[in-house]
């Protein structure tokens, strides 16, 4: 009887331990396996969520500061169901996660079974935050509405700030292990996507803000021959935006140092790197080290040159990104910038003096109208807007448009959704603000969980939106054919000479010519002189 017993009861546990491995959940990835759950989609339907999955090993001790290292193999199932930490920064969002060295994590979201044998689009997320803070976690970017559009998510971590992006001029301390991190994530992706029903030649990275510029980064990427990515979307940022990058990268490590331990004496690099290995995190953090350091210079005469990835791309802005600035501007700051024209010219723009003063005075003429930025306010958010986002942006697409589909937007639509209805504006200004947009493709906790709350027009440019950018993650064409649900309207290619672009706004509208770039351009490009730099 016993033994009876004993077989029913041997029986029941491998019943039930097959029934919870047949729910998707449990998964077996090159380093172990994996345990994730099952949310629901928007529309109610089940998708498989697997979150903290490590990518690479913990970048601690010796290894801060360095590339990124495989992780260790694990012998147990591994729980993935849940986001508890985030890459160190100066404050968190949410109390309960741990800011931590110990953070190079990948998500992974699926509307299908794992193990069903299907091959869906990826998108891959990189998120922005001027690469010092944010996340890629669920609570940040869940993934509630894109999961009924047939395409796989993924988001990740990568280094932030002094331990992503520090750098020696002799390369003891690589530069921007927080872009390697990215590429060991693109590379993580190539090697297990397929284990959760998607497919490894049809990745689109997508970014935001920084996370934009760093895509633009990777499409300019320094590694050849291998394809870890076959389309492109870049939110808010592209590869030109920027400051000249400094050239003195140990003068920036080794003052660090020494505002850790000012009796602290390097005789080298090496010295310089030990030092800060055993140092206190919070340390390095509160030193709120902004200078970057790349693998490699990024800027026009790369892509003059054609030395970049040949995938098509979505690329835009929203429609005032700085108007943040508006609230702020005194009459104090607008009369420097009216006595003073040659600051409205980007340090990355090589000319001289002479010329910057006249290019400086035609480009003020150009926003106010022949008149002054203290009878104009408006127009110094307008040139601080393009500066940073529109003008990049659409000198990238004049430039790769005639090898590739680039499709080029500007987000218009202002709704609660977006987060930010209480910003000023005016009527010389666009009203969607930096990061507005992001609310209309991701949920973020606590803030747009519940659709309902929010009128039926934010829904549609929700619904909207997302099925444009799952669109081309499926067909690297965002309008592969008439919708009556998106007007039935075709985004073009743009093209060098026309630079066409999609008004996205309560109704979605072919135009040429954003925000006055070609007198933009025609300014500049008369007095600029080489080495071609940055083109904001």
């Known amino acids: ?111 299908v079974k794992p193990g069903s044998n299907q091959s869906l689009p990826v998108i891959l997320w990189i998120h922005g935050g001027g690469f010092v803070s944010e996340s890629g976690i669920y609570e940040y970017y869940g993934p509630k509405y894109i999961m009924d559009h047939g395409v796989v998510v993924v988001s990740f971590n990568y280094r932030l700030g002094p331990f992503g992006f520090l750098a020696t001029d002799d390369g003891v301390i690589p530069p921007s292990v927080g872009m390697e991190d990215q590429i060991f994530a693109m590379k993580w992706v190539q090697r297990n996507i397929q284990q959760f029903g998607g497919d490894r030649n049809h990745v689109t990275i997508q970014g935001e803000s920084a996370g934009s510029a760093a895509v633009g980064q990777h499409l300019l990427g320094p590694w050849k021959g291998e394809q870890l990515f076959h389309a492109a979307i870049m939110q808010s940022g592209a590869p030109l935006m920027g400051s000249p990058i400094p050239k003195n990268f140990t003068t920036i490590v080794e ?63 929203n429609s005032e990104e700085t108007i943040f600035q508006l609230a702020s501007l005194t009459t104090e700051i607008l009369k420097q910038a009216d006595d003073n024209p040659a600051s409205l010219i980007s340090d990355g723009m090589y000319m001289s003096e002479e010329n910057r003063k006249i290019a400086g005075n035609k480009m003020k003429a150009v926003y106010t109208n022949n008149g002054s930025f203290v009878d104009h306010p408006g127009a110094f958010v307008r040139h601080s807007s393009d500066q940073s986002f529109t003008i990049p942006a659409c000198k990238t697409v004049e430039i790769c448009s005639k090898d590739v589909p680039y499709y080029l937007y500007q987000f218009a639509y202002k709704g609660p959704l977006g987060g930010q209805m209480s910003l000023p504006y005016s009527n010389e200004t666009g009203r969607v603000g930096h990061a507005e947009d992001l609310h209309y493709m991701w949920e973020e906790k606590g803030t747009n969980s519940d659709l309902d709350k929010f009128p039926k027009e934010d829904r549609l440019m929700l619904h909207r939106y997302v099925k444009m950018w799952t669109n081309f993650a499926k067909y690297f064409n965002p309008t592969p054919e008439k919708d009556p649900f998106l007007g039935n309207v075709q985004w073009l290619k743009s093209e060098p000479q026309t630079l066409r672009y999609l008004n996205i706004n309560s109704t979605l509208e072919m135009r040429e010519n954003p925000r006055q770039y070609r007198e933009i351009k025609g300014i500049l490009e008369t007095y600029m002189e080489k080495p071609y730099d940055f083109f904001d």
């Not at 345990?35 to 969520?49: F, L």
């Not at 800060?276 to 919070?282: E, I, M, P, R, T």
Request: hydrophobic letters at 35%.
């Open 255 to 317: 003052s660090l140092a020494k505002e850790i331990d000012p009796t602290f004496s390097p005789n080298n690099t090496t010295d310089l790197l030990k030092f800060l290995q055993k140092a206190d995190a919070k340390d390095i953090t509160k030193q709120d080290i902004r200078q970057m350091s790349f693998n490699k210079p990024l800027n026009l005469q790369h892509l003059l040159d054609g030395n970049y990835k040949k995938v098509p791309v979505i690329i835009g802005f």
């Open 1 to 111: 009887m016993l033994v009876v017993s004993f077989i029913i009861f041997a029986s029941f546990a491998i019943n039930s331990l097959s029934a919870i491995s047949d729910d998707g959940t449990l998964v077996k990835i090159e380093s172990g396996l994996i345990r994730g759950r099952i949310r629901q989609s928007e529309t109610g339907k089940n998708y498989w969520a697997f979150q903290e999955i490590p990518y690479a090993a913990p970048p601690l001790g010796e290894n801060r500061f360095q590339l990124p290292q495989s992780p260790k193999p694990w012998s147990d199932v591994l729980n993935t169901t849940k986001n508890t930490k985030i890459c160190y920064q100066q404050r968190s969002r949410y109390s309960y996660l741990q800011i931590s060295e110990d953070c190079l994590y990948i998500n992974v979201y699926t509307p």
